[in-house]
């Protein structure tokens, strides 16, 4: 079993040789990588004159190489060149294809493609007021988005492609950032038309959202996509619970507390990631990972303690 | 009165043109504007702030009763004389060096608003130089850090440390907040006050304020 079969048995609720792990993002890389760091990423490197080609290489190496070094089953190209991207923003695609080329169907690879309204990066105000005064142009805008994702999803399919992780954040710690009606009229549907969409055309589709998602995961459930990632303890859920609740209708992704990678004592951080695996390992349909990303900042050795921790136990 | 009720009602429905006549039609009628403000919109407000800390409404719902109440606050200015006018007191806010989270600070401005404090507010990624040059400036009785990352969140206690070295410790009330904050760590880095959220946050700023 490879890497892309071990992922593909997990999106199916089956039971792998042993437990995939993956990262959405990973952006402590100078220790482990001789010092490289992600070309449009938080640290950009020094890549004076380097053509746009060489740029894809790059990046698509370094996916590889953190793959490799850290048993990472799934690459998830999660962004494109920043400010060096070229102007018809082809950069997620090439790199998609680039890894193809480097390392064949060894992993599962997936990209972003999320039509649905997320928390705004900024203007929160906009885009509440509009959807409060304006319900009508907000649905206009949600059919639009959802349009164009079916474009992106044929687009990169075509680059290699395996999947979406769908990675707008609908919740705050303490809950959805609109209302669960809010939520029921503005995104669910959109959410379950496009994750259809995704998985006639061939592709997986896992969804992804930050926060306590425990008021609306009955809609992310109901739009069947194969996986749910990052179930954020920090937000109060439970991947014990939502195991025996929606084990048997969707696989699991994350749960490990990314947070107490940064403050906690070892012992925490030990804790959540054995809790993590004594509670999603059996009967198939779990992939470990943190509750988010690998944060800049983050301590590596906490990364090393959750790695040891899931070889040690990930065998089935 | 009745028109008091009505105006913390429609003020908590986000319905601004009706808050804006309403408060006129308090005015023409005679009632203290003071009076409109605090036991109509400002009352609205607190029980929006109330019911959003227990996810009875959502962050939309907040900032449309937010707008309503400055289109009332518009309305009122004429009517208030200038020692009503003077805020209840003064905050400065600012999510702090690193941190480009704004939405759990925008509501913490918009709940002391609600209140009758004045807020400035610094925006993110606000330097410990910046929020000292603030407190020079606006002379608040509150200073407040917000941070959303473990990784910024320790930037906290070099603002405070920086604030100490310039010899303003005594000038402010340090308050702090932000998911990954808890009270304990408030206490570690020397700061005054904790809130888990917006409506407390402005509750403890009236509390300071008054003494
Ligand atoms: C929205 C969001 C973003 C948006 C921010 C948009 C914006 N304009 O703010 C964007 C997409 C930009 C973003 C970026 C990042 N984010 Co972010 N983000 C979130 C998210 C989903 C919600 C945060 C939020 O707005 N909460 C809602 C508000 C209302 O809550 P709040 O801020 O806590 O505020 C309340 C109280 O705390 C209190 N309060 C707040 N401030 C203050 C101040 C005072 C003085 C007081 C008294 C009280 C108080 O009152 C508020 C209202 O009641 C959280 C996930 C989560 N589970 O919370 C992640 C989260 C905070 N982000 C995270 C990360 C890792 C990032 C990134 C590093 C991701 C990346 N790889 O690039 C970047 C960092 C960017 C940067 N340098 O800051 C992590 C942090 C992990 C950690 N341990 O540090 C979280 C927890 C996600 C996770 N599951 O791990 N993010």
Known sequence: MNHRERII????????????????????????????????????????????????????????????????????VNRNLGIHENKN???????????????????????HNDPTFMIPFNNMEDFCF???????????????????????????????????????????????????????????????????????????????????IMPIIDYLIDAEPHGLHSLDPMAGVDIKVIKEKYGDKIALCGNVDCSLMQT????????????????????????????????????????????????????? | MKILDT????LQKGKADEVKKLV???????????IILEDGMMKGMNIIGVKFKNNEVYVPEVLVAARAMNFGIETLKPYMTEHENIAKGKVVLGTVV???????????????????????????????????????????QIIGFSALLTTTMINMEKVVATIKEAGLRDKVKIMIGGAPVTEEYCKTIGAD???????????????????
């Open chain 1, 264 to 316: 906690g004592t070892r012992d925490q951080i030990r804790d959540s990631a054995e809790y993590c695996l004594k509670h999603a390992k059996h009967g198939g349909g779990y992939i470990f990972s943190t509750s988010n990303c690998v944060f800049r900042g983050m301590p590596l050795e906490s990364y090393d303690l959750i790695h040891e921790i899931w070889l040690a136990n990930r065998e089935y």
């Open chain 1, 9 to 76: 048995t997990v999106l199916n609720g089956g039971i792998p040789d042993y437990i995939p792990t993956f990262e959405l993002v990973f952006d402590e890389t100078e220790r482990d990588f001789e010092g490289r760091t992600w070309i449009g990423g938080p640290v950009d490197p020094d890549i004076e004159g380097m053509s746009y080609a060489d740029k894809i290489k790059y990046n698509a190496k370094l996916y590889i190489d953190v793959a490799k070094r850290f048993g990472h089953s799934m690459i998830f």
């Open chain 1, 130 to 212: 509009n959807l409060m005064d304006r319900p009508e142009y907000m649905h206009e805008v949600a059919r639009n988005n959802v349009k164009d994702s079916k474009r992106i999803c044929h687009e990169m399919l075509e680059a290699g492609a395996d999947g979406f992780i769908l990675c707008c954040d609908y919740c705050f710690n303490s809950g959805p950032f609109i209302s669960p009606a809010q939520f029921e009229e503005f995104i669910a549907p959109y959410l379950k038309e496009a994750v259809k969409y995704f998985k006639n055309a061939g592709a997986y589709v896992i969804k992804h959202t930050d926060g306590n």
């Open chain 2, 193 to 211: 006050i904790y809130c888990s959220d917006a409506a407390s946050a402005a509750d403890a700023a009236i509390d300071v304020c008054a003494n």
């Open chain 2, 98 to 140: 690193g941190d480009l989270h704004n939405i759990g600070k925008n509501l913490v401005k918009i709940m002391m608003e609600g209140k009758g404090l004045e807020v400035i507010d610094l925006g993110v990624d606000v330097s410990s130089e910046k929020y000292i040059e603030a407190i020079k400036e606006h002379q608040p």
């Open chain 1, 89 to 111: 923003e082809t950069g997620v695609r090439d790199t998609i294809m680039e890894i193809r080329n480097q390392s064949g169907d060894e992993y599962m690879l997936m990209c």
């Open chain 2, 24 to 34: 006129q039609q308090g005015i023409d009628e005679g009632i203290n504007a003071k």
């Open chain 2, 7 to 10: 105006i913390s009602e429609m």
